[in-house]
């Protein structure tokens, strides 16, 4: 079956580093996406991963291994508004664009 | 250019009634799933429609169904509701061949 973990709720300090990990048990792989949400709005797409490494795209960064069914995604400078939920999600079949979510990360930042 | 629009934003229904729930693609965009976001929890996928018809489908009874129109909008029905359908119903839209999803801000559906 499918499995995705990631931590449910994380605290951290405006300015300061924050690392989300997620962990994928899937029949297949096919990229892995990291989306951010805020409370009753649509999630956004953040960042892809398909192949092993490490993906910038400006504060944020997501690194991918595959062989350890393993990701991160990484937020530097945090501010207030960086206080959403944090969704990993994996594609697991190259034809259409089924993603299978983990439940979520909380992050919530403070002053 | 608008993005995807779902409507209606809230919607309150009783045990037993049946819902249709209705999503516009961003403009460009040939394909739309559809999923299901309890309270505290990821989304889960619901459904994919491509070219009018269902391409894919997740672990959801045949309560619930869909459509596509050729203007690549689309419904999701769901018939006989449970208080367990009480949940806030995405739709995300995406052009073939590629990977990214974008998402509408949602339908929030309540049973009672």
């Known amino acids: 079956g499918q499995n995705i973990d990631q931590p449910t709720e994380m605290t951290a300090t405006e300015g300061a580093i924050v690392q989300i990990n997620c962990t994928y048990q899937t029949s297949g792989f096919n990229g892995l996406f990291w989306y951010q949400q805020h409370a009753g709005e649509a999630p956004t797409f953040l960042s892809y991963n398909v192949l092993d490494g490490l993906e910038e795209k400006g504060r944020f960064s997501s690194f991918l291994s595959r062989s350890k069914g393993y990701s991160y995604l990484l937020l530097k400078e945090l501010q207030m508004k960086d206080s959403a939920s944090y969704l990993c999600a994996v594609r697991d079949h190259p034809a259409g664009n089924m993603l299978t979510f983990g439940g979520g990360t909380r992050l919530m930042v403070k002053p | 250019d608008a993005g995807v629009t779902q409507s209606p934003t809230h919607l309150i229904k009783t045990r037993g009634q049946q819902v249709t729930l209705r999503c516009s693609p961003k403009s460009g965009h040939d394909t739309v799933s559809w999923y299901q976001q309890a309270l505290g929890q990821g989304p889960q996928f619901i459904f994919q429609?491509?070219?009018?018809?269902?391409?894919q489908r997740g672990n959801f009874p045949d309560r619930f169904s869909g459509h596509q129109f050729p203007n690549y909008s689309s419904e999701l029905n769901v018939n006989a509701l449970l208080l367990g359908d009480s949940a806030l119903y995405l739709c995300a839209s995406s052009s073939s061949g590629n990977e990214k999803l974008f998402f509408g801000s949602g339908t929030q559906l309540s049973v009672l």
């Open positions: 429609y491509y070219e009018e018809e269902e391409r």
